[in-house]
């Protein structure tokens, strides 16, 4: 037996409990894993509050990612003791994932976890951190380079943006940061952030085309305030989207991207292949220490993820959520 968070439905309705479930209740797959940390996320929040259209196939496991354990391994790249970290791949969504003591997957899935973490530092990165690696690196695949301007990051006190704003800065950027939180400035700054501004300079409609100010944009928010962004970009900048905290509407016009040549990049970390996944993981631990990320990281017990999920959508968690799935 191992302890799970059950997602289940009752007249329509999400329903989530901490059950004692059996093995042979795991879905199928080549590895069982025993989970040490998972970690709690924007999506995660969604599907156990029943906020949003997350889970795809009832009964569910819910957690996008997960680290621990190789338990057993029916495929030959993976054998008892190794530790692994997974990401994305639909776990708590179609397939059981990572808000439990045990969790079995599929092999191509696995990515080995990079020396320089523990499994909860991996988990205080987790999908969030994961996700503002890649959409560094598209920043980087542009050709943005430090000394080009003023970088924004939207959202930066959560997950994806803490992450974003230490990368970003340990890169050598000049990072804006972006928060409806003035008082997580000083937090922002110890990241690296340059200067913060407040949500609400993005957050209302604005003009089509204003004053050229971004190099480049790290979006975590959409509606408004990705509009804004790409109308502030300056001429062949990049903007990465990967949010939609304030919604997943998109009220702008072409002309950002026909008069000042603007990318437009969205950024997908569900069905990454495993060969950019590992360049993410090595550029986070290049840039992301285990002090920084003590810094961002709140810790719970697998027994606390149900109460702290409508917490998080409401945008009071700084940074990342870890939760030891073991209490």
């Not at 995660?44 to 029943?50: F, R």
């Not at 680290?67 to 391994?73: L, R």
């Not at 903007?239 to 016009?253: E, I, R």
Request: proline share 4%.
């Amino acid at each position: 037996m191992f302890q799970a968070l059950l997602l289940t439905q009752n007249d329509k309705q999400t329903v989530a409990t901490l059950a004692p479930l059996d093995e042979a209740r795991l879905p199928a797959g080549d590895v069982t894993v025993r989970v040490q940390y998972s970690s709690l996320n924007f999506k995660d929040a969604l599907a156990i509050t029943g906020r949003g259209a997350i889970v795809k196939k009832w009964p569910l496991v819910p957690g996008i990612d997960l680290a621990g354990v190789v338990e057993q391994s029916l495929d030959p790249a993976w054998k008892p003791g190794d530790r692994v970290v997974v990401n994305g791949w639909g776990l708590g969504e179609t397939h059981w994932g990572g808000l439990a003591q045990k969790a079995r997957l599929y092999a191509g899935w696995l990515l080995r976890l990079p020396e320089a973490y523990s499994t909860r530092q991996a988990m205080a990165i987790g999908t969030a951190g994961y996700t503002a690696a890649l959409c560094v690196m598209a920043l980087q695949r542009h050709g943005l380079r430090p000394g080009d301007g003023e970088v924004l990051v939207t959202g930066a006190a959560g997950g994806v943006g803490s992450v974003a704003v230490k990368l970003l800065s340990g890169l050598g950027y000049s990072v804006i940061a972006s928060t409806g939180r003035p008082q997580e400035a000083d937090y922002l700054k110890s990241l690296g952030a340059a200067h913060i501004i407040d949500r609400t300079e993005l957050s209302a409609p604005g003009k089509p085309l204003q004053r050229e100010r971004w190099a480049g944009v790290i979006d975590t928010v959409g509606s408004h305030t990705l509009a804004n962004a790409c109308a502030a970009t300056r001429w062949n900048g990049a903007v990465a989207a990967c949010g939609l905290a304030q919604g997943a509407d998109f009220p702008s016009t072409v002309m950002p991207f026909i008069l000042r040549g603007v990318t437009l990049y969205g950024i997908n970390c569900v069905f990454i292949d495993n060969a950019r996944r590992a360049e993410a993981w090595r550029l986070l631990a290049q840039h992301v220490d285990g002090a920084t990320l003590e810094r961002m990281t709140v810790e719970i017990g697998l027994s606390q993820v149900i109460a702290q999920s409508p917490v998080l959508l409401d945008g009071k968690v700084r940074g990342r959520v870890v939760v030891d799935v073991n209490r």
